[in-house]
């Protein structure tokens, strides 16, 4: 496909909303992060004391606020390089800067309608709705949520990129410089695996994904099928792939996304596996989730099976990406604006919608939250 000309116009908006997940920047802090995460969704303590061991194990500071911080860094810059006057504001679900700091700093510059970017680039209850509720949820509390959506500022979101050709560029190009780094440590390419890992989900929540497009793991399997194939024509070899998980939590009777790169790995090995790639497609950028999971713990499980393991880099602030992202701004701004925009797509899937349609990945199937969303149809859909 090719690249559709776009206007340097971000109008209707005047603010852009970096909206991210959080996380704690000091040992203080991770309790009461751990409870901003957790609440009300039944994770049993065992888990959360793990999990706060992950974060004390890097002395109780989360490496994701600075890669945010250099995400928008790398967007100001971008937009400045365009000519596109949009100022960036930071803000967080679970730790400071939170949502309510954010839309403070947009009502300080005066802002009446901005787009929000989700650091999260698949559909599903936590990496869309989750988001969209927290919106509301925040305005309601500021007592700013009209009975059609906020009487303060005013948000559309972007859609979800997992297929827009930038996400895909990137996460290839650091595929790519994996498989160098394997040559480099001495493991064979042409036999390695490539094993695409991202967050595990509930079963209940990938379901709840389904209402109105392809699941959160089926959306993975599309990216990763254009990715190996970028990959097989560059290096001029087949490539082998598959998907796992990490990250999983909740009571061990709730079934959840399997398998667990672990289990793979381990399986993998008993086969006669040598050499792997991990890339971590489901992640943005190298914070704890890919930190602890993937970069202490899957690589330990690797090394333990005498595998030659390398883990991909995320997209980070590769050029590629944060250029994509700008594209996906203007894109949603003509959208907004009622222009006919070709929505780029790679893979087999169609493009995500911008507003979010009725019953949209709701926590679990056939649930309705009773918590009003924005960017959808309407507050209550
Ligand atoms: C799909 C998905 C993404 C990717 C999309 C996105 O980026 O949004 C993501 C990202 C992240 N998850 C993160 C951290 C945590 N996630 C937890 C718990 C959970 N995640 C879930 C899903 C996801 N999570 C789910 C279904 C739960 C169970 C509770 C619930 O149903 O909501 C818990 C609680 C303890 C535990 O169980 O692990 C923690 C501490 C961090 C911060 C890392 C850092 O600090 O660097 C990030 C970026
Ligand atoms: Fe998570």
Known sequence: MSLTPQSADAGPYDALLLYSFGGPNKPEDVVPFLRNVTAGKGIP?????????????????????????????????????????????????????????????????????????????????????????????????????????????????????????????????????AYEELEKKGGDPATAKL???????????????????????AQHLDLAAVVAAVVSEVRGHAVEWELAYCSRSGPPSQPWLEPDINDLLTERAGEGLKDVVMSPIGFVSDHMEVAYDLDTEAMATAAELGMTAVRAGTVGTRPVFVSGLVDLVLERAALARGEDVAEETVGNLPPFRSVCAPGCCLRRDGEPSGVPALCGVDLNS
Not at 164 to 177: R, T, Y
Not at 195 to 217: G, L
């Open 45 to 177: 303590d065992e888990r959360l004391e793990e999990v706060g061991e992950h974060y004390y194990g890097f002395g109780g500071k989360s490496p994701i606020n600075e890669q945010n911080l250099a995400l928008k860094a790398a967007l100001e810059a971008e937009l400045a390089e365009r000519g596109i006057d949009l100022p960036v504001v930071w803000g967080n679900r679970n730790w400071e800067p939170y949502t309510t700091d954010a839309i403070d700093e947009l009502e300080r510059l005066g802002a009446r309608r901005a787009v929000a970017l989700v650091t999260s680039a698949y559909s599903s209850y936590s990496g869309c709705r989750q988001y969209r509720e927290d919106l509301a949820v925040t305005l309601e509390k500021r007592g700013q949520l009209g009975p059609d959506g906020s009487t303060g500022v005013q948000f559309d979101k972007v859609r979800s990129y997992f297929n827009h050709p930038g996400f895909v560029a990137g996460n290839a190009e650091a595929v790519l410089e």
């Open 195 to 217: 094993v695409f890992v991202t967050h595990s989900i509930p079963d209940t929540m990938e379901e709840a994904s389904r209402v109105s497009h392809a699941t959160y793991s």
